[in-house]
């Protein structure tokens, strides 16, 4: 098997289980640079996995094939709803947001298999019919060398990902809104002098986050699993906290951090396969990702600071 | 009203808003409340099988409630317990199933391992939290997942050969007592009740009547006065993740040579040590606190198994409802401001 042959199953197969990484990362960034801790970012995956499930199970003879698209959309809605709890419980109860994540995790896993039995009568969906599947994205693809291997045998999520993290990037450095969502987060009392409206950018940061940690669930199982149960999400949001970890807080940097994690999870699946790989034991490869961000927290590659006020509650009036 | 009286008022009704939320749930989805609730009521204590079931969910509730609990005192969130517990049960399970020994020795060897282990994972964060200041939430979250995977890969590589579980434990490392069995017609219950009950009783002793518990609490409440009163915070946090972890290591142990009597590979998460997040909470972080929480979460874990049975209602019924006691227990600050109006009110 020569190189060519590895890169063009590896790259495609990166880019597909990064990109439910990348868009649930970016997730974190958002309500994490507002100041709102968020590690209920599994369980706002498990809500946009279900409710994209259930919504093209029971739309796709209508819209064909558009239904994973506007499954996409219902899935940043309920996620947004979902994450709605957590802003609540953490901004306006003062809840520990810590604390508050853990239960949105729970009660996340608790509501949607309490709801599939309720439609389904049976522990996990069916198996989804209009699923998002492999492209060659015309024109582009028949470049020689780039096209195979970046624009063949892939999906369009990969690509909507990518764009997405862009636009986070562009929306959270390069605009004011994004500069009063940092603010938030790093000092909200000079936040709140400067007239921003702290519980009001915590809120549209936590509600964002719900947004993209929904779209996040609904690519992932609308490409990956194709159904729905208590097996679809098993860390994967953890792992996209720990991508915005690794990537400091920063859009791009969680991308590129989502599409390392990424690979390392394919090789993890496909590595028996490659020559070169067959002999590695796949444990360490399912590891990297977990111990590479605590090397990076602690430092060993290049120290991860979180925003300075994170986890407080800004409670207008005290010092 | 008294702060006493007030914190012990939050979470009973913590647990009221929580089931009140649940049987909303019930009845929007067409389900009879009231044969849910008989069903639940009847999981748990309808029979003595089932009771000694709820002893068996109880005892690593206790353990990992105390191990979330005695970690919170000091003012650091182990939310790790899962991956410590992890590695406990295989510890325990490892030295159960490879050594030949007279029970007096092979038991007590197989629960300290459990402990030890426990103790090894927690200590990483604990350490990295003291020497580098890095955050123990995030660096115990990583570490479940890490804690996951590599006793995957021992339980395959060596537990077993490349098999999904280990073999059962020898006899003379188990916990299981024919004792109780013959007790509750052959529930699981079995000895570990007394070691969780025991180590509730230690750490109550360690956090309130020695000096060290005093440091430990110290460090919790303010770090930087403990600092300045010539109390070793480094030390001290280190400390306290040890002892939470050994907790935590413990818990597995229930499950490697009590309630199972092997290891095998596993998906995804036990679930215990995030249960024990609501333990201790629920329990103010107290050693008495944490048993009467574990009790009430551990009958309601096992009598949902019976809801679907009896009442046709899906059993994540009751995890939503441990769910959501989580988040009011959390949200106490709205629950104190309602409790302060209305007392208000009545003084008037």
Redesign the interface.
């Given at each position: 098997m020569g190189l060519m042959d590895i890169l063009l199953i590896i790259i495609p197969s990166t880019l597909l289980w990064a990109s439910p990484l990348i868009l649930t990362a970016l997730g974190g960034i958002f309500s994490e640079r507002s100041g709102v801790?968020n590690?209920g970012l599994e369980g706002l995956m498990v809500i946009g996995a279900f409710s994209a499930i259930v919504f093209n199970l029971s739309t796709a003879s209508v819209l064909g094939n558009w239904t994973p698209w506007v499954a996409l959309l219902v899935a940043a809605l309920a996620g947004a709803l979902f994450s709605g709890?957590h802003a609540v419980?953490s901004i306006?109860?003062?809840?520990?947001h810590?604390?508050?994540g853990?239960?949105?995790?729970?009660?996340a896993?608790?509501?949607t298999?309490?709801l599939v039995?309720?439609i389904y009568d049976k522990g996990q969906t069916d198996i989804i019919q209009k699923g998002f599947s492999k492209i060659d994205v015309p024109i582009l693809s028949d470049i020689p060398f780039i096209g195979p291997l970046f624009f063949s045998n892939t999906y369009w999520t990969s690509y909507f990902a990518i764009a997405v993290a862009i636009i986070a990037w562009f929306v959270v450095f390069k605009t004011p809104f994004g500069l009063r969502l940092r603010s938030t987060g790093e000092h909200p009392m000079a936040a709140d002098t400067m007239g921003i409206n702290v519980t009001k950018m915590r809120y549209i940061g936590v509600l964002l986050s719900g947004a993209l940690g929904g779209l996040g669930g609904a690519v992932y199982a609308q490409s990956i699993s194709s159904d729905f149960s208590?097996?679809t999400i098993?860390?994967q949001g953890?792992?996209a906290?720990?991508a915005m970890?690794f990537g400091k807080w920063h859009p791009l940097g969680a991308m590129g951090a989502a599409i390392f994690f990424g690979f390392a999870q394919s090789l993890s699946i496909i590595g028996n396969s490659l020559p070169f790989l067959e002999n590695v034991?796949n444990?360490y490869l399912?590891?990297a990702p977990?111990?590479l961000?605590?090397l990076a927290?602690?430092?060993f590659i290049g120290r991860a600071d979180?925003p300075k006020s994170i986890g407080t509650h800004y409670i207008k009036g005290s010092r | 009203m008294s702060s006493r009286m007030r914190n012990i008022l939050i979470p009973i009704i913590a647990v009221l808003l929580g089931v009140l939320v649940g049987t909303i749930i019930m009845i929007v989805s067409g389900y009879d409340a009231v044969a849910g609730f008989q069903a639940l009521w009847n999981g748990a204590f309808g029979d003595i099988y089932f009771t000694g079931e709820v002893v068996r969910q109880v005892t690593p509730y206790i353990l990992a409630g105390l191990a979330v609990a005695f970690a919170f005192r000091t003012g650091l969130f182990n939310i790790g317990v899962e991956g410590q517990l992890i590695v406990g049960w295989v510890a325990a399970v490892w030295v159960g199933v490879s050594f030949d020994l007279p029970k007096i020795f092979h038991l007590p060897l197989a629960v300290l391992a459990a402990a030890v282990a426990g103790a090894l994972w927690a200590f990483i964060p604990g350490y990295l939290k003291a020497k580098f200041r890095v955050h123990e939430v995030i660096v115990t979250i990583m570490l479940n997942y890490t804690a996951l995977h590599i006793t995957n890969h021992f339980i395959r590589t060596v537990l077993s050969d490349g098999k999904e579980r280990s073999e059962n434990i020898a006899t003379t490392a188990s916990l299981r007592s024919p004792f109780f069995e013959g007790l509750t017609e052959y529930s699981r219950m079995h000895w570990g009740i007394f070691i969780a009950i025991i180590c509730a009783i230690i750490m109550w002793f360690i956090l309130e009547k020695t000096t060290r518990g005093f440091e430990l609490r110290a460090v919790g409440f303010n770090e930087h006065a403990s600092q300045y009163a010539g109390m070793n915070v480094k030390q001290n946090i280190i400390l306290s993740m040890v002892i939470s972890g050994t907790f935590a290591g413990l818990a597995g142990a229930m499950e490697g040579l009590g309630t199972f009597g092997y290891t095998a590979i596993k998906g995804g998460f036990t679930g215990v040590g995030f249960d024990g997040i609501a333990v201790a909470l629920l329990g103010a972080n107290t050693a008495i606190g944490v048993v009467l929480a574990a009790i009430l979460f551990g009958s309601l874990k096992v009598g949902a198994l019976n809801m679907p049975l009896e009442a046709g209602i899906p059993n994540e019924l009751v995890d939503i409802i441990i769910a959501l006691i989580i988040f009011f227990v959390a949200s106490s600050y709205i629950i104190r401001w309602f409790i302060d109006r209305i007392s208000k009110k009545g003084a008037k």
């Open positions: 801790i590690i709890i419980a306006t109860f003062r809840a520990d810590t604390v508050s853990v239960a949105i995790n729970l009660l896993v608790g509501v298999l309490f039995k309720l208590h097996a098993s860390g953890f792992m906290l720990a970890i034991p444990v399912l590891i977990y111990i961000t605590i927290l602690t430092g979180a | -």
